[in-house]
């Protein structure tokens, strides 16, 4: 997709949100991160997005925001792994080792050789993602705060894949299709006992492959003319 094109699904998405009588944030101030995230209830991290353990920079992640009222009332956040030839189960194993030690050794016993196969290149990581009770359950504007996330990280990274790992109640409410993934997979990992705290093996890989990624945003465009016109 041209990136013309790509700068219209993102207005479309942007005019959505402020319909939604909302704007938005984009977030690079890695250090401000634990502060502005506890204002939408995350007070933690995952080791990925860490500044305790990861050292990012404006051109490897960033955070949104949504903001209603003039305060913030959801985040989420982005980072791209460029992962090259390696598989991603190698990928996976070996960083999750140093993100969530275990003195049994390994972290993650298995990934799915589905996800070993046929994910490569340049991987945008989806995680993060939380907003205040008060404002959850808005799934039209949901649905353009993560589909924005996406176009951000084909701009941002020129990515073969968008993809998250998401627990399995968010699977069964059909939220990866709300977030604009294409494809699933359950039994994605096998995390090694006593699991992280914040892990589960329970978890669903949820993602889409650019071409696929593309197909979404720009099906929403021409939704979105129709409607315009």
């Not at 189960?89 to 275990?102: A, E, L, W």
């Not at 409410?173 to 892990?199: H, I, M």
């Amino acid at each position: 997709m041209q990136k013309l094109k790509l700068l219209e699904v993102a207005a479309l998405y942007l005019r959505r949100i402020e319909e939604a009588g909302c704007e938005l944030e984009y977030f690079t101030d890695f250090e401000a991160v634990p502060a502005a995230a506890s204002e939408v209830g995350r007070n933690f991290q995952m080791p990925g997005f860490s500044i305790e353990r990861v050292d990012h920079t404006e051109r490897t992640a960033f955070w949104l925001f949504l903001i209603e009222n003039g305060r913030r009332v959801g985040g989420v956040a982005a980072m791209v792994q460029d992962i090259g030839r390696e598989k991603f189960s190698d990928y996976q194993c070996r960083v999750s080792k140093h993100h969530f030690p275990n003195a049994g050794g390994a972290t993650i016993e298995w990934v799915a050789q589905p996800l070993a196969e046929k994910m490569a290149g340049r991987l945008a990581y989806i995680g993060e993602l939380t907003f205040d009770e008060k404002s959850r359950g808005r799934v039209r504007r949901l649905e353009a705060f993560m589909r924005l996330v996406n176009v951000l990280a084909i701009l941002n990274w020129d990515v073969d894949w968008v993809y998250a790992f998401i627990p399995d109640r968010h699977k069964r409410a059909r939220l990866d299709q709300v977030y604009g993934f294409t494809q699933s997979l359950p039994n994605a990992q096998k995390w090694a006992a006593p699991e992280p705290a914040v892990r589960s093996s329970t978890e669903w890989w949820v993602g889409s492959p650019r071409k696929e990624l593309e197909h979404v945003l720009l099906s929403d465009l021409e939704v979105g003319n129709q409607g315009a016109g």
